[in-house]
């Protein structure tokens, strides 16, 4: 690992900064936001968006459609809202990224996953929930988003202290 | 300091699946302490799978994964006995960083 220091790195740092600036710049203009699920920034503004579709928007620049295809896997009642186990699966081909949203926590999206090539869609993890909500996975795949739904139940919000 | 992240990785012919437990608080920064004052959040954002020079896997998380955060995957072009890196970073700059063997 290197640390910046010296008269040098604020100089450095700023022209890096002004090099990504352009970058970034010149990468947006074919693509629009769509691009931002796909590459490698952590979505800070997604993550910060309250409902749902003002998140996928954020995060994909476009929406969903529901497809069998894509098989989400959750408890129909969630004893506690801390720590509900969450999985989903596809059977859709060049799947990019998964992403999970809970509509109704305080910021609806939740986990987002970059898939590449050589791994198989398909994730498991545990997200929590503020209460009883509808649970969506997005799973992009050739460049189109298709969803599943799900209502989940919870008796204790994960969100109490 | 033992590390935060517990990692099983088996090969199974072509496929390696990944179970991942990391020690987190992933607080909110919505919830108060006993005290009345709110628990500034703290969460791991991005969490990172290496293996043989390539991400295999990437997670961007949000303050609504659970606490100690759990994530299984898998994925081709492993063998067993290659390395697979893990590392995490989270919102105030936190990170920590472990090697597993395929099993």
């Known amino acids: 690992m290197t640390t910046f220091s010296g008269p040098h790195a604020t100089r450095r740092l700023i022209l890096q900064g002004a090099a990504s600036v352009a970058l970034l710049g010149l990468g947006n203009l074919p693509f629009g936001p769509a691009r931002a699920a796909a590459n490698d920034k952590y979505p800070e503004d997604a993550f910060k968006q309250k409902n749902e579709a003002d998140a996928i928007k954020a995060l994909y620049g476009k929406t969903a459609e529901p497809s069998d295809k894509v098989k989400l896997d959750a408890p129909e009642i969630a004893e506690n809202g801390g720590v509900v186990p969450i999985s989903v699966t596809t059977t859709l081909d060049k799947v990019s990224s998964i992403s999970f949203f809970v509509a109704e926590n305080p910021n609806a999206l939740a986990a987002s996953y970059r898939i590449p090539d050589g791994t198989i869609p398909a994730v498991a993890n545990r997200l929590k929930m503020a209460k009883t909500t509808r649970l969506t996975a997005i799973v992009e795949a050739d460049g189109k988003l298709y969803s599943a739904t799900k209502e989940v139940k919870v008796t204790v919000g994960g969100c109490g202290g | ?103």
């Open chain 2, 1 to 103: 300091m033992a590390s935060s992240i517990r990692v099983r990785a088996t090969s199974n012919g072509d496929i390696t699946e990944v179970q991942a437990l990391i020690q987190h608080p992933m607080d909110t920064g919505l919830v108060k302490n006993p005290n009345g004052e709110l628990i500034p959040a703290h969460f791991i954002q991005e969490l990172k799978f290496e293996c043989n020079g390539r991400d295999v896997f990437v997670a961007d998380w949000g303050t609504a994964v659970s606490k100690d955060p759990y994530v299984k995957f898998s994925f081709r072009g492993a063998k067993k006995g290659d390395e697979l890196k893990i590392s995490w970073t989270d919102n105030k700059g936190g990170s920590d960083t472990t090697t597993a063997k395929i099993a």
